[in-house]
């Protein structure tokens, strides 16, 4: 994946994103992932594909189950209820 720095550049790749999933036949909604300058996953939506809803763009750039780790030991009582709804989809 291409190194972005700037703000304008990221918010770009992720209407880039977008646009791919609209021409997928998806909600045009992209997310991309950024480690330092690296970007480090993109996404779109992918709702209509996988007919559930909890197959958003940000979750998938991130890697589902990565976010599921992380959202399992997170303090935040919300998170925890969200993995564990997450969970019970598969």
Do not use: I, K, N, W
């Not at 036949?25 to 939506?45: C, F, I, S």
């Not at 599921?68 to 997450?86: D, I, P, Q």
Request: hydrophobic share 45%.
């Amino acid at each position: 994946m291409p190194e972005t720095s700037t703000a304008d550049e990221l918010v770009a790749l992720a209407l880039e994103v977008s646009e791919e999933g609209a021409r997928a036949g998806q909600l045009p909604v992209g997310a991309v992932v950024v480690t330092g300058e690296d970007v480090v996953g993109r996404a779109y939506t992918q709702e209509r594909a996988q007919g559930r809803r909890l197959v958003h763009a940000d979750l998938l750039a991130m890697g589902v189950d990565q976010f599921r780790r992380y959202a399992a030991t997170a303090s935040s009582g919300s998170l925890r209820r969200y993995a564990e709804s997450m969970a019970a989809l598969g």
